[in-house]
């Protein structure tokens, strides 16, 4: 299985954020839109050994933009901004990208969202990269439900869901179930823990996660045969975000390995 860790839970310049997730042990990151261009830290992914695996698309959107908004102009821009996040994607070898839903759950509003989004997953195709939608509690797609049904309802070959655990706690399905429910849909897997109720990120297990769920979850993967990543997203407010990193990437990988070989487990 490929771990990978979003870098945006570190801070400090991109070299220490680099030096630290390859001190883990881990050797992939997601990243955000124009992050590490500068020729010090490409030197340094190369050095490390470190893949880009999934690229968070939506963030630094042009204030006011937005893939659902009814303003014609602010909808072009946030559909732009995607374009050049995904070019980038491309450039830097990643092969997995995602959008956040609208904020409206409205039916223009998911209309124009699904414009927007069938849109940029042709763009996505033409660059080899699987462009996912994350499910989001409080936000127009809530629910793995209600996200697989968008993706199923557009009928873009191109469109898959990016399954948030932490976010399944909060919306009250389960995770092992959620996953089995995607099948060859999930495109993408997010690792955090909360309270049941805040999308907190926390480490795992610190929350509402337990192990055994998590172990059924994984099971979950490799039943409908996932053959993609699966990455820790830490809160950066966290005590120690590089440790909950650390200590998840240890973790996960010795779970999984439990669900494969029987006779490894702890």
Not at 19 to 38: E, Q, Y
Not at 72 to 100: F, K, N, P, S, W
Not at 200 to 228: C, Q
């Amino acid at each position: 299985m490929t771990i990978s860790c979003c870098t945006w839970a570190l801070g400090g310049s991109e070299a220490d954020v680099l030096n630290a997730i390859a001190s883990t042990g881990l050797r992939h990151i997601d990243h955000r839109p124009f992050d590490f261009r500068s020729a010090e830290s490409c030197r340094l992914i190369s050095e490390l050994e470190l893949t880009p695996t999934c690229m968070a698309t939506g963030f630094g959107m042009p204030e006011g933009a937005a893939l659902d908004a009814a303003d014609a102009d602010a909808r072009d821009a946030a559909v732009e901004y995607t374009m050049r996040a995904l070019e980038y994607a491309h450039e830097t070898g990643i092969r997995r990208a995602y959008l956040l839903p609208g904020e409206n759950d409205g039916g223009e509003s998911l209309n124009r969202y699904g414009e927007s989004v069938a849109e940029l997953a042709g763009i996505a195709a033409g660059y080899g990269i699987k462009l996912c939608i994350e499910h989001f509690p409080g936000k127009a797609l809530p629910t793995v439900r209600d996200t697989l049904g968008f993706i199923a309802k557009l009928g873009n070959d191109n469109l898959y869901l990016l399954f948030d655990i932490g976010h399944a706690q909060i919306s009250q399905e389960d995770p092992a179930e959620a996953v089995e429910k995607a099948g060859d849909r999930l495109g993408y897997f997010h690792l955090d823990d909360n309270d049941g109720a805040s999308d907190l990120h926390w480490a795992l297990l610190d929350g509402v996660l337990s192990e055994a769920i998590l172990t059924d979850t994984l099971a979950a993967l490799v039943k409908i045969r996932y053959d993609g990543p699966v990455s820790l997203e830490m809160n950066p407010g966290l005590p120690d975000p590089l440790a909950a990193i650390a200590d998840g990437f240890r973790l996960v990988r010795s779970l999984y390995q439990s669900t494969t070989d029987p006779s490894s487990a702890r």
